[in-house]
């Protein structure tokens, strides 16, 4: 199982940077980084719905879950 971290793809689709999406969620930059490019393992409940806020998304916009070859 996984779980990809689409931020990325959000924030450019809404021509949002990492330091304005910083300042508008109220999390320091580095740590708002690692949930972009995926270096997490848990992630707030109240953290990404700063961020659903901020980028006026859905947490399945942010949310992909693939699953794995092998898992058949």
């Not at 990325?8 to 689709?13: C, E, G, I, K, S």
């Not at 300042?23 to 961020?51: D, M, W």
Request: aromatic share 2%; with cysteine.
């Amino acid at each position: 199982m996984a779980i990809i971290l689409r931020l990325d793809r959000v924030m450019a689709d809404r021509k949002m940077s990492l330091n304005e999406l910083s300042e508008k969620v109220g999390i320091a930059n580095v740590n708002l980084s690692k949930i972009k490019t995926g270096k997490v393992s848990a992630i707030r409940f109240s953290t990404l719905e700063a961020i659903c806020e901020a980028l006026d998304c859905q947490p399945g916009d942010i949310l992909e879950y693939s699953r794995d070859k092998n898992e058949d």
